[in-house]
């Protein structure tokens, strides 16, 4: 069975810290970009972050850019999002997906359900 | 950075209507385009890839088309179970936009 499950949500304060986690099993981890969508209460989706299979290629939004670290652990089917100095407009429900691709254009097949981060004082 | 428009943001429809939903990119994307269904407290799905190639299990009512920066995806007889919100998405550049998203409720 095909498993994504986002972790490390929760609420924590206005320049506080969390760091998520999404495990992933019934499918191939080490060898797919990988990331991070979110989407705020009542809002539509948001791309924050892509990594490529090696950790080699990095990309973020510019919401983002400087506050969020994505990383991997390939030998533990694993992917991460490191958020520092949260703010009240990072309250969101956070997904992780795999990015797969047709003659490279990408898509994303597989998405986890989701874990809520709340910001707030 | 590329901008994806969608319109309508919402419709009311009937079952066995036919839906046509339409996205817009603010530059070429080519036919680097997806679209997913999302349903209240739960994760999106995707629906479509390279603009009109239909994921494996998806209902044939569904299908899209389009290419450069004009894209439409078409339900063509609505089913109870359509009922949802759905986002195109491109993916030719780096940062990858959604929509704004259309949702689709019963008339």
């Known amino acids: 069975e095909v498993q994504l499950v986002e972790s490390g949500g929760g609420l924590v304060k206005p320049g506080g810290s969390l760091r998520l986690s999404c495990a992933v099993s019934g499918l191939t981890f080490s060898g797919y970009s990988m990331n991070w969508v979110r989407q705020a209460p009542g809002k539509g989706l948001e791309w924050v972050s892509s990594i490529s299979s090696s950790s080699s290629y990095i990309y973020y939004a510019d919401s983002v850019k400087g506050r969020f670290t994505i990383s991997r652990d390939n030998a533990k089917s694993s992917l991460y999002l490191q958020m520092n100095s949260l703010r009240v407009d990072d309250t969101a429900v956070y997904y992780c997906t795999r990015s797969d691709d047709y003659y490279g254009a990408e898509f994303f097949q597989y998405w986890g359900q989701g874990t809520l981060v709340t910001v707030s004082s | 950075d590329i901008q994806m428009m969608q319109s309508p943001s919402s419709l009311s429809a009937s079952v066995g209507d036919r839906v046509t939903i339409t996205c817009r990119a603010s530059q070429t994307i080519s036919g680097y385009l997806n679209w997913y269904q999302q349903k209240p407290g739960k994760a999106p799905k995707l629906l479509i890839y390279?603009?009109?190639r239909l994921q494996s299990g998806v209902p044939s009512r569904f299908s899209a088309s389009g290419s450069g920066t004009d894209f439409t995806l078409t339900i063509s007889s609505l089913q109870p179970e359509d009922f949802a919100t759905y986002y195109c998405?491109?993916?030719?550049?780096?940062?990858?936009?959604f929509g704004q998203g259309t949702k689709v409720e019963i008339k």
């Open positions: 998405q491109q993916s030719y550049s780096i940062p990858r936009a």
């Open positions: 390279v603009a009109s």
